[in-house]
């Protein structure tokens, strides 16, 4: 039989989770048949979506603005037609939360989305769900529903809090779960019984690095301009960067960071500018769509990320595919994808001084972004390509729902 299962995400399409919509479609194209259920609704307006995004907006089912009806009806038939295991479910749900006056109210809502989440597979005669960034909906349709459910773990949120993320409830309820490092897995197998680590499975996220060649040449023009890209939230350590950019500009080192995402951490960032008096030196531009953050990556010397925690940074990818020699933390995954010293140059969280050191390397020695730059693009065609990782979690649902091989299977079979 072919494969065929439902899709649940958090919110698509979305500027910070392009990757899944390209994975979904690639999986098409690989013959998976894929029916999409997004919590949210997409982050910008119709005319501000591309074609791809438009097409996959058209054919999703949306979860929360569904509408009364919907949910109303979702809970009815489910509770009529197997009162048990929707009440069950129920308690389950309340238990999971702990009864905490921050925590009841989310799995209240959780259980709310699952049963119309279940209620949608089931009218679609659905069997298998796969979830990203939507687990603890997925959890409670697993437990209401005669399905099956898979998971991608991408890190590090799952794993700060381990017990209130249930994690080792997912795990356990889940056919397989995707990590998608090394480092990811071995966090899950911290958290699941020795049992379920059969369950377990690495697959890492890829790109299309046709997308984000870059043809022309980089000569490191003053000022030399940086790039970051990611929401402005506090584990992407932009105050660290920004830190070092000001050390950077003391030096007298001309240097233009420009600092692509939007989050709560902006008012603060926009006040640590003021007292640097970076505003020349730092430029805040907000969310930008997916070809506009191509085009910088074209337009830029160097790439830099100063994460105090990370699963594997799509964005990472995308830069090293345009050719940017690029800087990063030596965290959790991130020295999966950039060996020290050969595809980048990796330093310390947390450690400005080092970082600003790395940056002046790059800065004064044009050899060095050079080699970087094509060693890095490398590395993604070989180990982070879109195609071949896709290929791979085709095959990965292929076998563990017990489906007819995908055509290439062979070749996804091998252990990432």
């Known amino acids: 039989m072919s494969v065929r299962l439902a899709y649940l995400v958090s919110r698509v399409p979305a500027v910070n989770h392009t990757y899944l919509l390209r994975e979904i479609r690639r999986l098409r194209e690989l013959g998976v048949q894929v029916s999409v259920a997004s919590l949210a609704p997409p982050d910008r307006p119709g005319e501000q979506l591309d074609a791809a995004e438009k097409e996959e907006a058209a054919a999703a089912f949306y979860v ?30 309340l238990r999971c939360s702990g009864f905490a006056p921050k925590e009841l109210p989310r799995w209240v809502f959780f259980f709310l989305q699952a049963m119309v989440v279940g209620h949608w597979m089931k009218r679609l005669q ?36 381990p017990a209130a993320f249930q994690l080792t409830e997912k795990i356990r309820g889940s056919r397989f779960v995707v990590a998608i490092s090394r480092y990811g897995r071995s966090q899950l197998m911290r958290y699941a019984s020795l049992e379920d680590w059969r369950k377990l499975e690495v697959c890492p996220l890829g790109v299309d690095p046709e997308r984000f060649h870059n043809p022309g040449n980089r000569n490191g023009g003053r000022p030399f301009h940086l790039l970051c890209v990611g929401q402005l939230v506090p584990q992407k350590g932009y105050p660290v960067l920004i830190d070092a950019i000001a050390r950077l500009v003391a030096s007298s080192c001309p240097v233009h960071l420009r600092i692509v995402g939007e989050g709560p951490l902006r008012p603060a960032l926009e006040e640590l500018i003021r007292r ?9 531009l907000g969310k930008m769509n997916p070809d506009q953050v191509v085009q910088l990556y074209h337009h830029v010397d160097a790439f830099a990320m100063a994460s105090l925690a990370e699963g594997i940074p799509v964005v990472l990818m995308e830069a090293m595919a345009a050719g940017l020699p690029c800087v990063a933390t030596r965290i959790m995954g991130i020295p999966e994808l950039i060996e020290d010293g050969h595809s980048g ?10 970082l600003a050191d790395a940056l002046v390397q790059l800065i004064e020695n044009p050899e060095l972004r050079r080699r970087l730059g094509e060693t890095a693009q490398l590395r993604v065609r070989q180990e982070y390509n ?8 085709a095959a990965l649902f292929a076998r563990h729902l017990d489906a007819a091989p995908l055509p290439g299977d062979e070749a996804g079979r091998t252990a990432p």
């Open 386 to 393: 879109l195609r071949t990782n896709t290929q791979k979690l």
């Open 345 to 354: 140059l990796l330093v310390h969280a947390g450690d400005a001084a080092a």
């Open 64 to 93: 929360k603005p569904a509408g009364l009806f919907c949910y109303l009806r979702a809970h009815v038939l489910t509770f009529f037609q197997q009162p048990p295991r929707y009440l069950s479910t129920l308690l389950y749900a």
């Open 276 to 284: 640097l008096a970076l505003h020349d030196s730092v430029s805040l």
């Open 126 to 161: 659905l069997t298998h769900l796969h979830c990203h960034y939507a687990s603890s909906v997925a959890l409670l349709v697993g437990r209401s529903f005669p399905i099956t459910v898979s998971h991608t773990m991408h890190g590090p949120a799952e794993f700060d809090n």
